[in-house]
């Protein structure tokens, strides 16, 4: 893919606007395609639109309690699964902070992922569960104050109730800030949510899913398969 830098944006933009002129949009007009993960088959894009992105954010910001006040740490590139409408459009729509940073310089980096947490003060990550084993298994020499975040975002692949135990383990964090989101790419991302207790059981099997969002429904057969439907669950590729 081309890297575009400011520069190269503001020439495309001043040579294609005057000769588009004014673009009116409809509610199911597309505003933009997702890839899935390919982690069940061949990866696919997912078209969200105006509509499912309207009604996924105000209900998402509201579920979670983000505010214009939030500053996310956000190491994600920008074609992976979250990155869009979790962390992206999020801190857009609130008018929050954002510390962008390259994942090869926090992967794998305890002390430089917790050290940012620390310096700016980030309230909001996106942990998945190989991060969040990665951070609970740092042994650092004096442990670093990062009460500030309220939400550590699990999600992207399998939580472990032992990853999220030692992690909890490991540092003083803000009560009930470890948030285990659920969903697919064909439903905005996360419509299911549940902030682990301290001192989350590690002897269990799963970690749960917690609540849906209120626009979802769902049901589950008797062989388990779970069935949603809702705005935002997506209806083309």
Known sequence: LPI???????????????????????????????????????????????????????????????????????????????????LHLKDVWCGSTQVIVSPYEVLGDASRFMGLVEAYGVTCCYTPNFVLRTLADWEPTTPPNVRSVRQWMVSGEMAHPGTIAAFQARYTLHPGSVLHCYGLSETCGGVFFYNCPDGFDASQTRVPVGSALPSVRYKIDEDGTLWLRGPYVCTAY
């Open 4 to 86: 575009w830098y400011p520069s190269d944006v503001l020439t495309i933009c001043y040579d294609v606007v005057p000769r588009c002129g004014t673009q009116y949009r409809t509610p199911s007009d597309v505003i933009y395609y997702q890839f899935t993960s390919g982690t069940t088959g061949i990866p696919k894009m997912v078209a969200y639109t105006d509509a499912m992105v309207d009604q996924y954010e105000s209900e998402y910001i509201a579920r979670c309690d983000f505010r214009a006040s939030n500053v996310t740490l956000n190491w994600v590139n920008v074609e992976y699964v979250v990155h869009t409408l979790r």
